[in-house]
């Protein structure tokens, strides 16, 4: 029987890879040919990244006893997602796409939460990982998607889904932070997704994708300049 949290979870990754494509070729030819690697070749780049960051944990370097820390590959992809949403790329994109599927795009964060909640109730995942223990990430999909209308109508309304949603996310990365095996855990039951093949991606697709939109999403909504209020 196929299972279904792993083909929904593929879905999503595919989605995440996919948009970013998608945004990436709406740059303006000349702006993209005169960019860096990622603007010139999208689709090379991110089907690389799948395969790059998919090696360790093939190779079994994350497992319990390898040696890669899971806590170092989640602080590398932490970094390049900010680096690649202040590069060259990630500005082009926030002054190409349009303001609301930036927001909207976040609404991913909803069927994810859904695949995780069943990896829960199928001991794939701790029971922290869902909104039944501390993760309510399920929330950022759903304000995202409601958003959507609104920031369409008003684009400075835009940022109260991107920071809500940052908040979400900073309490995601926190969570499992405290999951992961070594010193800062504080949860009784360790995330071993890292470990496992395709779930590694949660972190670098999933987790990437979600902080690289909301960090352009940012310079889309800095560049408005426009007061809520006004």
């Given at each position: 029987?196929?299972?279904?949290?792993?083909?929904?979870?593929?879905?999503?990754v595919a989605f995440i890879v996919i948009a970013a494509v998608v945004a990436i070729?709406?740059?303006?030819?000349?702006e993209r040919a005169a960019g860096g690697v990622l603007l010139r070749h999208p689709r090379a780049v991110l089907t690389g990244w799948l395969l790059v960051s998919a090696v360790p944990t093939l190779a079994g370097l994350m497992a319990p006893d390898g040696p890669i820390p899971?806590?170092?590959?989640m602080a590398l992809v932490m970094g390049l997602s900010v680096w690649?949403?202040?590069?060259?790329?990630?500005?082009a994109i926030?002054?190409?796409?349009?303001?609301?599927?930036?927001?909207?795009?976040q609404g991913f964060r909803l069927p994810l939460e859904l695949v995780?909640?069943?990896w829960v109730a199928q001991g794939v995942a701790p029971p922290q990982m869902t909104w039944t223990g501390a993760n309510v990430d399920i929330l950022a999909g759903v304000i995202a998607l409601?958003?959507?209308?609104?920031?369409?109508?008003?684009?400075?309304?835009?940022?109260?889904?991107?920071?809500?949603?940052?908040?979400?996310?900073?309490n995601v990365v926190s969570v499992v932070a405290r999951s992961l095996p070594g010193p800062l855990q504080s949860f009784p039951d360790p995330i071993t997704l890292p470990n496992q093949f395709p779930h590694v991606w949660i972190a670098t697709v999933c987790v990437?994708?979600?902080?690289?939109?909301?960090?352009?999403?940012?310079?889309a909504l800095w560049s408005l300049r426009e007061p809520i209020a006004a």
């Open positions: 029987m196929p299972d279904i949290y792993l083909i929904g979870f593929l879905a999503v070729e709406a740059v303006p030819a000349q899971p806590q170092l590959m690649v949403a202040m590069s060259a790329s990630g500005k926030s002054r190409t796409a349009p303001l609301y599927l930036l927001i909207g795009f995780l909640h069943g409601v958003a959507i209308p609104l920031v369409k109508w008003r684009p400075a309304t835009g940022w109260i889904p991107t920071l809500l949603g940052m908040v979400l996310l900073a990437a994708g979600a902080l690289v939109g909301h960090l352009i999403a940012l310079r």
